[in-house]
């Protein structure tokens, strides 16, 4: 199932540190190796660190493998929704 995983890390002394000593870059890669993502945005999200990702998520139990890291290795709020492309909104109406 194509899922879009919405990341916010909070604005805090520890995350702050992440960024000026370079760590959060070996985390991300790290993580976006984890989920390879189809797609892979980020941006600012309510005025914090944050992000959109689109990857596949085969069972429901690999949530944990796949989430997990955001919230012990960032701290981040985490939101996910599954979601398809125009292509199977297409097979889906068609369905009906």
Known sequence: ???????TIPTTEESNQLIKDGSIEQKMETMLGNLQPEGAYFCPIDGKRGGYLVFNMEDASDSVTKLEPFWL??????????????????????SL
């Open 73 to 94: 290795e960032l701290g981040a709020t985490v939101e996910t929704v599954p979601v398809m492309t125009a292509d199977d909104l297409r097979a889906g109406l068609q």
């Open 1 to 7: 199932m194509r899922v879009m995983l919405k990341f």
